[in-house]
């Protein structure tokens, strides 16, 4: 698996869509067939975040109580469960997910640091009172997260938008996995193809959030882009090969068609779109079936690499405040 | 429709015959704010059961809802904190303006003979313009699972990758 000729073998079971069957990634597979007994596991929080007019983006932080058998987690979900809030509120919402035993984050460490709640949870809600069907209120992680017992998660919750759009949020979050019981976990498993053994624990999920737009104030969310304006950003380079598998953007077709994007491998010098292409016809948004919209084929971005996206606003109005893209994938890191 | 992970097969693999089974219980909510109705169960079934999916006949997402299954008794809820958070219903089952109106589980769930699911559920809080779900049932798809090979399957048999 060291170049773009392989194939990118446990990346052929890609897209975010729970779909008929949570089909299931050989990592997760070669995990799980080490115990006996496997039982449904949810987890859920309720949250409340509220954020005043004007203050900058507030902080919270919560923690998974510890467990005494190890945990396979798939899948993630949010619900908007007060009727009076609407279902588009969650928009605003950022998470990261830190394993505390090993310092292992799921959002890449950058100017935000945080990932859209969206890109990784199915969503169901309200809006304007009545209740919201969104097609898929489960999503499936680019990778299944091995828990081992003992061990906690962390989550770093923050409101990333402007002021008024977001006055209070009540949600639960859901994490949705397997309860492993009946065996231990093995240090390495055998992937199917060339990839090899591999130690368990080294396939973590990943999420890469950039701002479109450029910040106009000290306020750190307050990200805008002109109409007619370009602007160039970057996902920062990381330590580990990614296999970058979808793309969400936190703007719906009605205001991102004539948002166009430009992307390239800078470490590679490889433009994956030679003219610009309009955002939704690479990158998925809330009300799709699979919102992180899956690449044609995972794409390996080499450690010390980055990625670049220009994007231009062809619309009359500046874009949405704080509108994000966010690349998922997997972080693929033997310690 | 369903994807079947090894441990499934080997499951299925312990009986000879699979038959489709799809069992409603009401929950009997009577449209009151947040009340906790007594739990509900799934029908006692003669064979052992493998579950596979969940729908709901109505639209509400503050519904919340918690499962054990008894006889084994396994938690699928698994918050531990002091004061367990129960988990929306639209994670565990489907409507039909989704794209899956009969939303799986993430790994099926099997079930000996005789045993039950035991469901607890909580109704949506108050609101002006939809009100609190009355009545409401849930429906599971699973598969019975007759003429058992070598005793069919049970928790302790292991399982082998």
Redesign the interface.
Same mark, same amino acid.
């Given at each position: 698996m060291s170049d773009y000729r392989t194939s990118i073998v446990t990346g052929d079971f890609v897209g975010s /869509?729970?779909? /008929?069957?949570? =089909?299931?990634t050989p990592y997760a597979? %070669?995990i %799980?067939?080490?115990?006996? *007994?496997?039982? #449904?596991?949810?987890?859920? =929080?309720?949250e409340s975040l509220s954020r005043a007019s004007g203050a900058p983006p507030p902080r919270f932080t919560n923690t998974m109580?510890p467990?005494l058998y190890d945990?396979l987690i798939?899948?993630a979900?949010i =619900? %908007?469960?007060? #009727? %009076?809030q609407t279902i588009t509120f969650l928009d605003n919402i950022y998470l990261n997910i830190t394993h505390r035993e090993t310092g292992l984050r799921w959002a890449t460490a950058n100017e935000i640091g945080y990932f859209h709640i969206l890109s990784l949870c199915g969503s169901?809600?309200?809006f304007?009172?009545?209740?919201?069907?969104?097609?898929?209120?489960?999503m499936r992680l680019p990778e299944a997260f091995f828990l081992p017992k003992g061990t906690q998660l962390q989550f770093d919750w923050t409101l990333y938008a402007p002021p008024l759009q977001a006055p209070v949020i009540d949600f639960?979050f =859901?994490l949705?996995? *397997?309860?492993l019981t009946?065996g231990s976990a093995p240090d390495f498993i055998t992937l199917p193809g060339d990839a090899g053994s591999i130690r368990v624990g080294s396939r973590v999920p990943w999420f890469s959030t950039i701002p479109i737009g450029d910040l106009t104030s000290s306020n750190q969310s307050s990200f805008v882009l002109q109409p007619g304006a370009e602007v160039t950003r970057f996902w920062p380079p990381e330590d580990c090969n990614i296999e970058i598998h979808g793309a969400y953007i936190n703007l719906l077709p009605n205001n991102s068609t004539l948002i166009t994007m430009k992307l390239t491998d800078m470490g590679e010098q490889k433009f994956w779109t030679p003219s610009r292409s309009p955002a939704p016809s690479f990158i998925g948004y809330e009300t799709m079936?699979d919102p992180a919209f899956p690449l044609t084929k995972p794409y390996l971005l080499k450690h010390g690499h980055r990625l670049r996206l220009v994007s231009l606003n062809n619309t009359t109005a500046p874009l949405a405040p704080a509108s994000t893209v966010t690349l998922t994938g997997v972080r693929r890191c033997q310690f | 429709m369903y994807f079947f992970t090894k441990y499934v097969y080997q499951i299925l693999d312990r009986y000879m015959t699979h038959l489709e089974l799809i069992d409603t219980i009401p929950i009997g909510f009577t449209g009151v704010a947040s009340e906790r109705p007594a739990p509900v169960f799934t029908n006692q079934i003669s064979e052992d059961v493998l579950y596979f999916a969940a729908a709901i006949d109505f639209l509400n997402p503050a519904v919340l809802i918690r499962i054990r299954s008894v006889s084994p008794q396994y938690e699928w809820m698994s918050n531990d904190d002091p004061l367990p958070q129960d988990t929306p219903i639209n994670a565990i089952a489907g409507f039909t303006s989704q794209v899956m109106p009969i939303l799986p589980l993430v790994q099926p769930f099997f079930l000996k003979a005789q045993g039950r699911l035991q469901m607890s559920f909580t109704n949506s809080p108050a609101n002006a313009v939809n009100a609190p779900v009355v009545g409401g049932l849930l429906t599971w798809r699973a598969l019975r699972l007759t003429n058992a090979i070598s005793g069919g399957w049970d928790y302790s048999l292991g399982f082998t990758a």
């Open positions: /869509a729970w779909n /008929a069957s949570p =089909t299931w597979e %070669a %799980a067939s080490n115990y006996t *007994i496997q039982v #449904p596991w949810y987890w859920s =929080t309720f109580r467990f945990v798939v899948g979900s =619900t %908007a469960v007060n #009727p %009076a169901d809600g309200f304007g009172g009545f209740p919201v069907g969104r097609p898929m209120p489960i639960i =859901t949705i996995g *397997i309860h009946g079936v | -």
